[in-house]
């Protein structure tokens, strides 16, 4: 998995930052499989 395309560094960031959004007040998480949630060592 360390391999994989970082979708969160890649593309989310990104496109928030480019639409100026700082923050984000929360996160809705529809399960907790690992396509879905990841934890960020």
Do not use: Q, W
Not at 23 to 40: G, P, T
Request: charged share 35%; net charge negative.
């Amino acid at each position: 998995m360390d391999n994989e395309f970082n979708v969160g560094e890649k593309t989310l960031i990104p496109y928030l930052l480019d639409r100026r959004i700082k923050k984000i007040d929360y996160v809705m998480v529809s399960h907790f499989d690992s396509d879905h949630c990841k934890r960020a060592d």
